[in-house]
């Protein structure tokens, strides 16, 4: 299971923001562990240039097993 | 939170009182989903607490009117939570999405604030005359109010236009006040209770309920600070924060001392 970002608050430090996280957001057992992040440490790619950024990926279908075409009579690969 | 929390001491039973609490926890929650949706546009928490407390932040209407009996809670979970239900579903895919996000998040948790205060009512309307009587009464005072959260008619309405075009708000004000009538109506029904509109009737043409008139005098004086509560609701806020100074101060001590202890030891 991935950790996944559920949501911001307030904290004087890292034991407080766990305990708020804590409270705020696993009321109803979302979760069985929480990372806290402070805002500043998080970069992000910008999403105008998501096009560029992720583009080289489109055009390598040799990266993807279908691209192998091997005879049906082995197994197991 | 502050409506609501005036009966938690007084809920009448262990479970009515646990109920209540973790609704109001909830609320709480929605508040900081929101304020942190709102520091996304760039204006600090200081600054936002800053504006609730000198008046110039608006807030949702209704918070404005007092509980006075038990039933109110009842009241309050069934119309007023169904209220914001029926205006925060469509905005869980507005166009900004910060916003969106905690919507998603608050909806998720309405859906039992509003079926814990229908069940309060349930039991008030088939328990003794004294607690149908009760209930009616909290019905005759929240219905009206509840009908205002969802703003001004259409043509009177100068913000909608605006949110509208940028995809935040989806559906006018009448459109949802409309599907809230048709659903709580008949909710009403059920419990036995009378909506207090003489005018409230099933156009058979349309399939909806035609109301009575909205008295609007009563909502511009209760955003403009005076309807019933609005005084107290800011001392109560102001009077929280500035008894909370020490706790904030002694946080943020707490977490300097242990880092400058931190540096030290490394």
Redo the contacts between chains.
């Keep these: 299971m991935d950790h996944k970002h559920v949501g911001s608050l307030h904290a004087a430090d890292p034991a407080m923001a766990l305990e708020n996280a804590r409270d705020v957001y696993t009321r109803r057992n979302e979760g069985v562990s929480i990372w806290v992040v402070e805002s500043k440490y998080i970069h992000a790619s910008d999403p105008g240039e998501a096009d560029s950024l992720f583009d080289p990926a489109s055009d390598k279908i040799y990266r993807h097993p279908t691209f192998y075409n091997l005879p049906p009579e082995v197994k197991n690969i | 939170m502050l409506p609501e929390a005036n009966w938690i001491t007084r809920a009448p039973s262990l479970r009515r009182k646990a109920a209540l609490l973790?609704k109001v926890?909830?609320e709480a929650?929605h508040g900081?989903?929101l304020y942190?949706a709102a520091?996304t546009l760039g204006v600090s928490?200081d600054e936002m607490y800053e504006q609730l407390h000198t008046g110039k932040a608006k807030y949702s209407s209704i918070f404005n009117y007092p509980t006075l009996t038990w039933a109110d809670i009842g009241a309050i979970g069934w119309l007023v939570d169904g209220a914001a239900i029926m205006n925060q579903v469509p905005l869980c895919r507005a166009s900004y999405g910060p916003y969106a996000r905690?919507m998603v998040?608050i909806c998720k948790?309405e859906s039992f604030h509003q079926r814990q205060g229908f069940e309060i009512m349930l039991t008030l309307s088939r328990g003794t005359p004294e607690q149908k009587r009760l209930a009616q009464d909290a019905l005759n005072r929240w219905w009206w109010p509840t009908l205002m959260m969802f703003g001004p008619k259409d043509d009177d309405s100068p913000n909608s236009a605006q949110s509208m075009r940028w995809k935040i708000k989806r559906f006018s004000n009448d459109e949802l006040r409309q599907k809230f009538v048709d659903i709580t109506a008949d909710q009403a029904a059920f419990l036995g209770l009378t909506i207090p509109d003489d005018h409230l009737s099933l156009d058979p043409g349309t399939g909806h309920y035609r109301i009575g008139d909205i008295d609007w005098n009563e909502f511009k004086e209760v955003l403009g600070g005076n309807g019933p509560c609005n005084r107290q609701r800011l001392e109560d806020r102001k009077k929280a924060w500035d008894e909370g100074v020490w706790v904030?101060e002694a946080?943020?001590a707490?977490?300097q001392k242990?880092?400058a202890g931190k540096m030290q030891a490394a």
């Design positions: 973790a926890q909830d929650g900081l989903y942190s520091e928490r905690a998040r948790e904030r946080a943020a707490h977490a242990k880092q």
